[in-house]
């Protein structure tokens, strides 16, 4: 038996608004089997707040405390070292980086999906702080996502584009950085080998967590394409959250 369990969030608890068939009942089983929990996830685009009223509204019972993403990880980091950021994110984070915006002189660069500030304009201007000498510190770098029954790309492309510009590897915080499942470990006070992360990315939620000492179990819903269990053949594979729950939990 786990002592607690990762959840990612977006498709493995719902998809578009709406939990998937059977999460619900799941995270219920969870809880009434006294899990410590978790929702991980890379999401940038709202702060945890807005992510925690958007679980109730769906019907799920969690704590704002029970859901830690990656901006919050990327803010402990920033807070932590004292630093000065240009801040490259969505409308909907500026609320959470309050404190952070619009500083004078930064000497870093915060990256997360910023969906139609990726221009021209805003890219150059952390390109060139980059090569200036500010680390580029990253909310995750995945590829993709999904909504609305399509794929859309992610923050991880223009990660890439401003490595290559700069010459400069990012600090990656969210998933699949394994000090995303330390911190989130940390506060539930329990070691890797005792927790399973459930998640639909092959690369962010199974990769990074095995990476990092965890069981992990990939469910076919959400981002999930087929064969990506290849990609992590030692890892679980679950048709749903449901699924991976009455055989893993």
């Not at 998809?15 to 799941?26: I, K």
């Not at 470990?185 to 939620?205: C, K, N």
Request: aromatic share 8%.
């Amino acid at each position: 038996m786990f002592q607690a369990v990762l959840l990612d969030i977006s498709g493995v608890l719902y998809e578009d608004d709406h939990p998937l068939p059977g999460a619900l009942q799941a995270v219920r089983t969870l809880q009434a089997k006294g899990y410590p929990l978790r929702l991980v996830t890379n999401t940038s685009r709202q702060g945890s707040a807005a992510i925690h009223w958007q679980l109730t509204a769906m019907g799920f019972t969690v704590q704002p405390a029970q859901i830690f993403s990656a901006p919050q990880a990327v803010l402990r980091h920033v807070q932590a070292h004292g630093l000065r950021p240009y801040c490259l994110i969505h409308p909907g984070l500026e609320e959470e980086f309050a404190g952070l915006l619009d500083q004078p002189e930064p000497n870093a660069v915060v990256l997360g999906d910023a969906e139609m500030r990726f221009d021209y304009a805003h890219l150059d201007r952390a390109f060139q702080l980059l090569i200036d000498g500010a680390p580029l510190i990253c909310m995750g770098d995945n590829r993709y996502f999904r909504s609305q029954g399509a794929l859309h790309l992610d923050a991880g492309p223009f990660v890439r584009a401003l490595e290559y510009a700069a010459g400069k590897p990012a600090l990656v915080l969210g998933k699949p950085s394994a000090a995303f499942f330390a911190s989130a470990l940390d506060d539930l006070g329990v070691s890797a080998e005792d927790s399973l992360m459930i998640g639909d990315d092959v690369v962010a939620d199974i990769q990074g967590a095995l990476a990092a000492g965890l069981r992990a179990c990939l469910v076919q819903t959400g981002k999930y394409r087929a064969g990506d269990e290849l990609n992590a053949p030692s890892a679980w594979l679950a048709a749903d959250l449901a699924d991976a729950v009455a055989r893993y939990c």
